[in-house]
């Protein structure tokens, strides 16, 4: 079963950035996976805040943060990336990391997603 890991998370002003990170743990590769960052604040619903396919030529965000944070990845380090910039208090949350198998398209719903990281918290002070 694939193992995922996500640090970077932290306290930070509003209107300040932040680099979250993803890698597996163990053996596993993410080259076949597409990969997604979803977040949950404390009494709502886990939402999807953006993701990328296996070659990176399909990148999707939520509209709440597009123009704000990038998506990326790095194969040969086996890592995802999360940018984001002018954070926002509204962007607090606990961010996880997520892998699916279906490795073309990217999906927004969290139970298209196989694997999943225990999260990494965001705290974005007004």
């Known amino acids: 079963q694939v193992q995922l890991v996500e640090s970077g998370g932290g306290l930070v002003q509003a209107g300040g950035s932040l680099r979250l990170s993803c890698t597996p743990s163990g053996r596993t590769v993410i080259s076949q996976y597409t990969m997604g960052w979803f977040r949950q604040a404390p009494g709502k619903e886990r939402e999807f805040v953006a993701g990328?396919?296996?070659?990176?030529?399909?990148?999707a965000y939520a509209d709440s943060v597009k123009g704000r944070f990038t998506i990326s990845r790095d194969n040969a380090k086996n890592t995802v990336y999360l940018q984001m910039n002018s954070l926002k208090p509204d962007d607090t949350g606990v961010y996880y990391c997520?892998?699916?198998?279906?490795?073309?398209?990217?999906?927004?719903?969290?139970?298209?997603?196989?694997?999943w990281g225990q999260g990494t918290q965001v705290t974005v002070s007004s």
């Open positions: 990328i396919n296996w070659s990176g030529d399909r990148i």
């Open positions: 997520a892998a699916d198998g279906q490795y073309i398209t990217v999906a927004r719903l969290p139970h298209s997603y196989n694997y």
